[in-house]
């Protein structure tokens, strides 16, 4: 039964996205001025600056279910965070790294509960916006380390009895009302071997890999799922244990050479076989999902669009954002081991800026940044539909703002917003009531054109959205079945739609299009 408040909170859920709609509503009218190039050659560059960090909102489709993919990583889940704009782009899940059990338990068995004052605060403000949280529980007390001083390192053997009733508490009290908080990350980051991070006792990366063996320890990670996972469930059996954000740094089914990275060393390729260890240490019934973390790199300098990740083989134009190669990395491995029924969160996902760093880190106006930060907002539209179709439990971005992590971020420190904000905004609005429906095929969708991609969603109402782009940032010539209702890009600006049914892909702004048909 729904309850009152909650009816409550949906009306204002719907009313804060309105409002947001409606003040955006300028913005895309002068949008549409610079966007309608009416399929001529874009615009010069001295055109592209003012245009390149607007902003806009496609408003006929606002639904707001709250059990959709989209998600953010925040470091507060307050206004001056951002809450309030990530929920009027409809947000429904917020990452959290996180609870620190040093300052918790800063000595056995003695909890210090008002530690927990501005994550308890946090916790009331996603739930009072319809947000759900899945939080980091990280670091290890001196009293309870295997490898001192490694705080961010694995839990001795005799203390791991003590790890699990200090999760029992957690999930006791904070999976109720008025926290709600039922999805826990056990560690952050854990394939990592100290080595990689020399001195950062403290680091916010698990470190409780061990390179010198062939699974990197894993097998010691399924240690302490065996004991914490059933306290966790005798606290809750509906709360959710999560193997912590693997970082997955390297495929490791590649051979010595296949890469351009740091990854042309046996130890650094041993690292995501960290979670071969935890299945082969039978750890496999102690989790019921599994949170990773997947970041793409932007072709630099100039070519929008496209993006990839070399330690994975992954790009832009053939198999899309890394998170896909990780993921079916990660299902091939639990079906080697004969693991099922557990799910996938994808807790970090962002894109990133190779070196020199200038070709990113640049004012808003200067063109390299332009072209990267409308490349984020690419990243974002394509790879929403296919998390999707791949049934991700959630996808979150990290961050939503910038706070030194610089270009990642959706909002400047202002919380001025950055087109990969109005590109998740978009993207929530179209795809997060749609159920998908089926791969379009060349010809009797699009027609002949090669590289491009694209998928068909069925909307509550009967209305279908078509997601549709060019792979490889350059233009492509749609022809479609017909005249859809309309066409709009990544940033929600019209795109024209031509007599004889040809839509025009074409870069920096139009690669990608949302072609939505009425019934």
């Not at 990660?330 to 080697?336: E, H, R, T």
């Not at 081991?337 to 190779?354: Q, R």
């Not at 978009?426 to 010809?443: D, F, I, K, P």
Request: with cysteine; aromatic share 12%; glycine share 8%.
């Amino acid at each position: 039964m729904v309850s009152v408040t909650d009816n409550m909170n949906r009306v204002r859920a719907r009313l804060a996205l309105c409002t947001l709609a409606l003040a955006l509503v300028m913005t895309a009218t002068i949008m549409a001025v610079f966007m309608d190039w009416r399929q001529g050659d874009a615009p010069s560059r001295s055109a592209l600056a003012p245009v390149a960090m607007t902003h806009t909102v496609y408003l006929p489709l606002i639904y707001m279910r709250s059990d959709t993919i989209y998600g953010i990583e925040m470091t507060a889940v307050s206004d001056g965070a951002g809450l309030e704009l990530m929920r009027n782009a409809g947000n429904t899940w917020v990452h959290l790294a996180g609870i620190w059990w040093p300052q918790i338990e800063p000595t056995e068995g003695n909890y210090n509960w008002s530690q927990m004052a501005f994550h308890e605060q946090n916790f009331r403000n996603a739930q009072n916006s319809n947000m759900k949280v899945v939080v980091v529980v990280r670091g290890t007390p001196d009293w309870a380390q295997k490898n001192p001083p490694w705080a961010c390192g694995p839990i001795t053997q005799t203390k791991l009895a003590a790890f699990g009733e200090f999760m029992y508490q957690l999930v006791q009290r904070y999976s109720v009302a008025p926290y709600n908080v039922m999805h826990w990350e056990l560690v952050n980051e854990p394939d990592v071997d100290p080595l990689w991070i020399p001195g950062k006792y403290n680091s916010l990366l698990g470190c409780w890999g061990d390179q010198t063996k062939p699974y990197y320890d894993g097998e010691y990670y399924a240690e302490m799922l065996k004991v914490v996972y059933p306290r966790m469930k005798e606290a809750n059996p509906v709360a959710q244990v999560l193997i912590g954000g693997l970082l997955l740094d390297c495929d490791p089914r590649l051979p010595l050479g296949s890469s351009t990275s740091g990854c042309n060393t046996m130890e650094r390729q041993r690292a995501p076989k960290f979670f071969e260890g935890i299945l082969r240490g039978g750890g496999g019934s102690y989790f019921d999902g599994v949170s990773f973390h997947a970041y793409d790199y932007f072709n630099a300098p100039g070519v929008v669009g496209t993006y990839s990740n070399t330690n994975w083989l992954a790009a832009s134009n053939t198999n899309g954002s890394v998170i896909f190669a990780k993921a079916g990395f990660l299902q091939a491995v639990m079906a080697q081991y004969g693991v099922s029924g557990k799910y996938l969160m994808n807790t970090e996902i962002a894109l990133l800026c190779p070196r020199p760093y200038t070709w990113c880190d640049g004012a808003q106006t200067d063109q390299p940044r332009i072209n990267f930060e409308q490349t984020k907002a690419y990243l974002i539209a394509e790879m929403y539909p296919q998390a999707i179709i791949s049934g991700f439990r959630n996808v979150m971005w990290f961050r939503n703002k910038d706070e030194g992590i610089g270009t990642m971020s959706m909002l400047n420190d202002d919380l001025t917003p950055r087109p990969a904000y109005t590109a998740f905004l978009q993207s929530r609005l179209m795809l997060g009531e749609a159920t998908y429906v089926r791969a379009l095929t060349s010809t009797a969708d699009i027609g002949t054109v090669s590289n491009v991609r694209g998928y068909s969603f069925k909307l509550p109402d009967g209305r279908t959205v078509w997601t549709v782009w060019s792979l490889n940032g350059t233009t492509k010539v749609l022809t479609l079945p017909g005249q859809p209702a309309q066409a709009v890009n990544q940033l929600g600006a019209t795109m024209v739609v031509s007599a004889n049914n040809q839509l025009r892909l074409f870069p920096p702004y139009n690669l990608f299009s949302y072609v939505i048909w009425n019934p």
